[in-house]
């Protein structure tokens, strides 16, 4: 029962059942690394919901948190095949391709 409950959580109807967490992806995979203060400033979310999905992003392995003292940076992972394929997703529906 938990491994199915845990399979249901990492579908891609929860992925972008969010509106805040789609924007997050697409300022990352378009920008490759950012701060939270820069993900916050682009997106105009607040900080409690952007590190709330990041987390969420992070359980999906789509992005990878870099900690230098106090400064936290987001990469969005190229490398992950799924993460990939979003930006490319991305990068059609937004007209770059």
């Known amino acids: 029962m ?3 409950e845990a399979e249901e959580n990492f579908k891609i109807e929860n992925l ?4 805040a967490r789609i924007k997050i ?5 378009l920008n490759q690394e950012l701060s939270i203060s ?3 400033k682009t997106t105009k979310l607040n900080h409690a919901s952007v590190k709330s999905h990041l987390d969420y992003l ?5 992005i990878q948190e870099k900690i230098f ?5 987001y990469r969005y992972k190229f490398e ?3 993460a990939k394929s979003l930006k490319t997703f991305i990068q059609i529906w937004e ?3």
């Open 25 to 29: 992806l697409k300022v990352l995979a």
């Open 80 to 82: 992950n095949i799924k």
């Open 69 to 73: 003292g106090r400064i936290k940076i």
């Open 38 to 40: 820069q993900i916050i």
């Open 95 to 97: 007209g770059d391709i």
């Open 58 to 62: 992070k359980s999906f392995k789509l």
């Open 2 to 4: 938990i491994v199915k």
């Open 16 to 19: 972008l059942g969010s509106r």
